[in-house]
């Protein structure tokens, strides 16, 4: 198990799987009880976005919509901005694109 909202979750559902955007091939989904975050994602410098850097992480977040790309209200976004000025957010050790 791991830590994740409703929503991500109803994302996941039971795939395993998701489509890579660049090379439009099938591949795995980030395991986080197998695989390290930072081997697969950073994020945008404003710390609002996930990008995935490899296949499996370009393919979660297309699959479980980690940005919020298909909701015009763009939740997820406003609330990583909101918790980065309270200094909440994004955990210390992750990457961060140099901006």
């Known amino acids: ?13 039971n795939f395993l799987t998701g489509i890579d955007p660049d090379t439009h091939e099938e591949t795995s ?4 009880r197998q695989q390290q975050w930072s ?9 609002t976005q ?8 370009r393919a979660t ?3 479980l919509d980690r ?6 209200n763009r939740f997820i976004q406003k609330s990583r901005r909101f918790w980065t000025k309270l200094g909440y957010h994004p955990p210390k050790d992750d990457p961060r694109q140099k901006g």
């Open 1 to 13: 198990m791991a830590l994740a909202c409703r929503r991500c979750n109803e994302r996941r559902y």
């Open 29 to 32: 989904l980030f395991n986080p």
């Open 39 to 47: 081997e697969h994602f950073i994020w945008t410098s404003d710390a």
């Open 50 to 57: 996930i990008i995935g850097t490899t296949p499996t992480g």
């Open 61 to 63: 977040c297309d699959r």
């Open 67 to 72: 940005n919020d790309q298909f909701h015009h």
